[in-house]
């Protein structure tokens, strides 16, 4: 998450509103509109959930964590701009001042939301703690909800409409990721609409090295609406759907069982996850106060950006968030704010696959004037095509172990040629404790040995000149990189130009035609073919030169035992001659 410091000053709400007296409401003239309502909430006949629970989420659970990370947010303008108070200030509170309403008035209030929407919304003593949260204890923190709230809101509707879902469900990325667009929980849940990796992977949300759809608004946005919907035709039940949103299926088909096949959030609610007891009065304090923030003398903190001042282009080659940072003299922090997928600050665009990169207007048309000149400019901080190539190429793919029966982080940690350190960071882990079926992130490191698919990628002619067969997704930088040759030599030996498509199985000259491997041959029957290393070289390089020559099969006939280690002007056998 790219976190940097900017504390917005309470005190933001300076300046002093003397209101007309037709426009003020005061806490007294609200609670007189429903004498009624105190009465009905004590005799509601839902029963109270788990009140530890509660407590958990509002003291030291995932809400509050999320809600947390605003304080560091860099989403925001640097003076913390507010919009108009006096205008949305219609009740003519006072700054600083935090109002109060009984029983009376939230139920009312809450009915009244209840009445134009399918969710069912309830009042009652859970609610209004997640209600003081909100709009008493991190107030100026929901200000900058609020304010984040403009930007993607629209969004939001957007998806849920086209399948026909209550408009009202855009609250629940408030309550998953208080609106932080990369954040991340303990668990690994990441976005805006916090994705597992499983659950994403189901609605196409891909996970690599460079990009992560999770922490994409728009991909994960329709992923979101089509799972809700999905859960939806599961239950039905629109807070059951919200339970299984957050502890998953399996968690609320127990605890329907449990309770004796009963189909309502509130009945069910003692045999959830402690963290989903609190989950649903959460949502429904937060379209409270969304939609009510003015009676409590909340505002929007407005964001950089508004979702009317972004526009997308298609970029075609690699690209990172430096080159167009310094070329178009756009803030790197802003460029990572619009596009919080690619991990790296890096666009793996390729021919065979192009990404998105979302732009504050003004900056388009000068992206498209200059385009090609990025794909090759050179920053300040040495940035250029090459470099990025060769970082696409060293990062490692993360992949996936399932612990089994017996195993230790230690163990794992060696197999995969990493440190246990390095897994405890991957996988937010506090200690060495892993259990049997748990799935870990790891990310191979060390020299690999070729493969066969790897060995069939590269061949050598009698005449020593190596061939390389293009695969799917690859380009010319990327093969450079491999071969540890320039990308100018590779176009010269191919006859290509920087604008030249290469395609899937062409064959690609990757060693210089006009020269020969170094080798001392001893034309005799029955002898070895040496090679002399040259700066660079390692054993995975040099078997690559001669075709059917393994790794292993050099380091047996050169006693190497378990080393790769090799230096410059050492001789090595590569072969037999004759």
């Given amino acids: 998450m790219f976190i940097f410091s900017l504390f917005i000053n309470i005190n933001i709400f300076s300046q002093h509103i003397t209101p007309q007296n037709d426009t003020i409401k005061g806490v007294s003239e609200f609670e007189a509109e429903f004498p009624n309502a105190d009465e009905a909430f004590k005799n509601d006949s839902i029963p109270l959930m788990d009140s530890l629970a509660v407590f958990d989420m509002l003291n030291r659970g995932p809400i509050l964590d999320m809600l947390d990370s605003l304080l560091f947010s860099s989403f925001f303008s640097g003076n913390g701009f507010v919009a108009d108070t006096a205008l949305l200030n219609k009740y003519g509170f006072q700054p600083n001042e935090i109002p109060n309403y009984s029983d009376s008035v939230y139920f009312e209030r809450i009915s009244k939301l209840n009445a134009a929407t399918p969710i069912e919304l309830t009042y009652n003593a859970q609610v209004k703690d997640f209600i003081g949260l909100y709009a008493n204890k991190k107030r100026e923190l929901t200000s900058r909800i609020l304010g984040l709230a403009e930007l993607y809101f629209p969004l939001f509707e957007e998806h849920l409409d086209r399948l026909s879902l209550p408009l009202e ?301 293009v695969r799917k997704g690859e380009n010319p930088g990327k093969i450079a990189t491999r071969y540890k040759i320039s990308l100018n030599d590779l176009y010269k030996w191919n006859n290509l130009t920087s604008k030249s498509v290469i395609h899937p199985n062409q064959k690609l000259i990757v060693s210089d035609p006009n020269k020969k491997a170094v080798l001392q041959d001893t034309n005799q029957a029955g002898k070895f073919i040496y090679y002399t290393v040259q700066p660079g070289d390692t054993l995975w390089d040099i078997a690559k030169k001669y075709t059917g020559v393994t790794v292993d099969q050099i380091k047996e006939w050169n006693d190497l035992k378990n080393s790769n280690r090799i230096k410059p002007g050492q001789k090595l056998k590569v072969g037999m001659a004759g």
Avoid at 425 to 447: C, K, T
């Fill in 169 to 469: 469900l855009k609250y629940l990325a408030v309550v998953e990721s208080a609106l932080i667009p990369n954040a991340r929980s303990r668990a690994g849940a990441t976005g805006l609409w916090q994705f597992m990796y499983g659950t994403g992977k189901i609605y196409q949300l891909n996970v690599t090295s460079f990009v992560d759809d999770r922490s994409d608004p728009y991909k994960s946005t329709i992923a979101a609406a089509e799972h809700l919907r999905d859960l939806y035709k599961l239950y039905n039940d629109w807070l059951l759907a919200l339970a299984a949103y957050n502890s998953g299926a399996g968690n609320v088909n127990r605890a329907i069982r449990r309770s004796g096949g009963k189909m309502n959030f509130w009945e069910i609610s003692p045999y959830l996850p402690r963290e989903t007891r609190g989950y649903v009065p959460a949502f429904i304090a937060v379209v409270y106060v969304m939609n009510h923030a003015a009676e409590h003398n909340l505002y929007p903190i407005t964001p950089v950006f508004m979702h009317y001042d972004i526009d997308t282009v298609m970029v075609r080659d690699v690209l990172s968030f430096d080159q167009i940072s310094e070329k178009l003299r756009i803030p790197t922090e802003q460029l990572s704010f619009l596009n919080p997928s690619y991990r790296h600050g890096i666009i793996p665009s390729t021919s065979e696959k192009q990404y998105v990169l979302r732009l504050p207007k003004q900056y388009v048309t000068e992206f498209l004037s200059a385009e090609e000149e990025l794909y090759t400019y050179k920053t300040q901080k040495g940035v250029e095509r090459s470099t990025l190539l060769a970082k696409m190429e060293n990062i490692r793919e993360q992949q996936y172990h399932r612990v089994r029966s017996g195993e230790t982080l230690g163990g794992i940690a060696k197999k995969y040629r990493c440190t246990v350190s390095e897994i405890k960071r991957w996988n937010n882990l506090r200690s060495n404790i892993i259990r049997i079926g748990q799935r870990l992130i790891v990310y191979p490191g060390g020299n690999y040995q070729a493969s066969a698919s790897s060995e069939k990628q590269t061949s050598t002619t009698s005449q020593g000149i190596t061939y390389h067969t």
